[in-house]
Nanobody, 120 residues
Framework: QVQLVESGGGLVQAGGSLRLSCAAS????????VGWFRQAPGKERELAAA????????YYADSVKGRFIVSRDNAKNTVYLQLNSLKPEDTAVYYC?????????????WGQGTQVTVSS
């Protein structure tokens, strides 16, 4: 079992940046695919970005491509999401989650989320 804790959220003006962290305990993240999801009020949860266990394969939703960067430091058991050029529509609770491999259907473990609020 793996416990995930997100941090780094906050209030930022449009055009600003934040770096979110997803720290794991209980199990190493090094062999797991990690996804960053977000859910805005009244909207469905969406997968914003994902990174495979080696950090060589990544995915970005079209809405964040070119602005967000996902990375990982397996030695620190942490995955990051750099949020740049933030827009008010990026306002959401951001969650990290893990799955056993890139092609698995379901994410198994989830963090509690961190709020990102972008003011215009």
């Amino acid at each position: 079992q793996v416990q995930l804790v997100e941090s780094g959220g906050g209030l930022v003006q449009a055009g600003g940046s934040l770096r979110l962290s997803c720290a794991a305990s209980g199990r190493t993240l090094s062999m797991l695919t990690v996804g960053w999801f977000r859910q805005a009020p009244g909207k469905e949860r969406e997968l914003a970005a994902a990174i495979d266990w080696r950090g060589t394969t990544t995915y970005y939703a079209d809405s964040v491509k070119g602005r967000f960067i996902v990375s990982r430091d397996n030695a620190k058991n942490t995955v990051y999401l750099q949020l740049n050029s933030l827009k008010p529509e990026d306002t959401a609770v951001y969650y990290c989650a893990t799955k056993t491999n890139w092609y698995a259907n379901n994410y198994d473990y989830w963090g509690q989320g961190t709020q990102v609020t972008v003011s215009s």
